[in-house]
């Protein structure tokens, strides 16, 4: 459950009823979440990807190759 929008005042679990935040000690000033949500923006891993040239070659492979009919190319191209 993400605590955002209409959900950040809640310390619980609608579902489960599990704390969102791990038990004070003594000597805590804050609450220490139990579990963080990080994220890591796509745009520059795949900046990162597309600058090399051999990966390159395997990212763009379905592009560059097209469907011969009869002949199995590669597994993606037939049903399951």
Not at 60 to 74: A, L, R
Request: charged share 20%; hydrophobic share 35%.
């Amino acid at each position: 459950m993400l605590y955002y929008h209409e959900n950040t005042d809640l310390t619980e679990c609608k579902t489960c009823g599990y704390a969102w935040y791990k038990p004070k000690t003594s000597r805590e000033i804050t609450f220490i979440a139990h579990k963080k949500l990080r994220y890591f923006s796509i745009t520059l891993r795949l900046q990162m990807l597309f600058m090399s040239p051999k990966t390159v070659e395997h990212i763009t492979w379905h592009h560059s190759h097209g469907i011969v009919y009869g002949v199995m190319v590669h597994p993606s191209n037939y049903e399951a």
